[in-house]
């Protein structure tokens, strides 16, 4: 009997995969920004929905977020810190930005779509899809709304600007979105998985929320920084890693009526249409207090996805490292912000009652 469980969860896995594989390989062929992560969570999210017996196992899904957290600490390297000691205003307005966008949502998701605070909060940050889930959920969230919120806002923001720059510059942000990526030598391959392995022990020792990203993130941004050279994480790889973490998330979805998603569709939208109305005036706002260009400014702040927004970014020459550093900035700034300020206003309320 236990041998048969273990057959028939791992069937389950296997089809609870091959829909969200098909989802991200939809969307790929489409030509659609971030198709392997979005694609699977719709794909799988489907699958659920339709009655599918949905599994995925923990030590997957955990080696997936290893593998977000080296790609993530893959940017950062001295030469960006460089570039954001020159840019303190216009850094302090992503700050800014971050405080009033998750603010603001919190009291939209908490009087229009009856969210608990712990959700409604990890469901308003502008950035940070995976970590605002697994991190969300870890603390008593509803995994199911964050990510479906948060998947919902991202998409729609990505086609606004996306669809916008083509109707105003007439440019194709596909163009730079295939780069050929050499695959690592045996020695780089070891010297990845050593720091993803320590990097996810020294989470866990501290207790970290998504220990398996962020302290493989921690220990490969401090080497970095210090000047140790890695590999990149090769494309494949991460298009894995964002598969299972996608299929992750959209299994989860199972028992969701149409009508919550009907719900969390409008309210997103309204979300995602505000955060743009927000970016555009707080860029404004700096682009008259520093004199640096309202475009770039704009993508810097626009939260729809580091590497979609770096695509839109290059496609347009406006300044790629000024919109990476500041979107770098901000999802640094969530990932790791976010979950600290949850626990300091809920020790707060429980002191107060």
Do not use: C
Not at 334 to 339: K, N, V
């Amino acid at each position: 009997m236990p041998r048969f469980n273990r057959l028939h969860t791992g069937f389950k896995s296997l089809l609870t995969l091959a829909a969200g594989v098909l989802g991200g390989y939809m969307l790929a062929l489409a030509g659609l920004p971030l198709p392997w992560m979005l694609g699977a969570i719709a794909g799988a999210s489907v699958a659920a929905v339709w009655g599918l017996e949905t599994a995925l196992p923990r030590w997957l899904r955990n080696g997936a977020l290893v593998v977000i957290g080296l790609m993530l600490a893959s940017s950062i390297h001295p030469g960006i810190l460089k570039h954001i000691a020159h840019w303190p205003v216009s850094m302090t307005g992503v700050a800014l930005y971050v405080v009033i966008a998750t603010a603001s949502l919190y009291a939209l998701f908490r009087r229009f779509a009856g969210f608990d605070p712990t959700t409604a909060y990890f469901a308003s940050a502008p950035g940070g899809l995976m970590a605002m889930v697994v991190v969300g959920a870890q603390l008593g969230g509803n995994e199911q709304k964050i990510a479906l919120t948060h998947a919902i806002r991202v998409v729609f923001v990505v086609f606004i600007v996306v669809l916008g720059s083509h109707a105003l510059f007439g440019i194709n942000t596909q163009h730079s979105a295939a780069v050929a990526s050499r695959s690592p030598t045996l020695t780089q391959w070891s010297l990845l998985i050593m720091v993803g392995a320590a990097g996810w022990a020294l989470g866990r020792l501290l207790r970290l929320p998504a220990a398996a990203m962020l302290g493989p993130l921690l220990v490969m941004a401090v080497a970095r920084i210090g000047g140790v050279h890695f590999a990149p994480v090769p494309a494949p790889l991460f298009a894995v890693a964002q598969v299972v973490i996608g299929t992750g998330i959209g299994a989860g979805f199972a028992g969701i009526s149409l009508r919550d998603l009907l719900r969390h569709a409008l309210l997103s939208v309204l979300a995602a249409v505000w955060l743009l109305i927000l970016s555009a005036l707080l860029a404004w706002a700096l682009e008259r207090l520093t004199g640096l260009p309202f475009d770039a400014l704009f993508l810097g702040l626009t939260p729809g996805g580091l590497s979609a927004i770096s695509i839109i970014a290059i496609a347009l020459e406006i300044n790629p490292a000024f919109v990476i550093a500041h979107n770098l900035f901000r999802i640094i700034l969530i990932t790791f912000a976010a979950p600290v300020v949850f626990r300091v206003l809920r020790r707060h309320r429980s002191g107060s009652q």
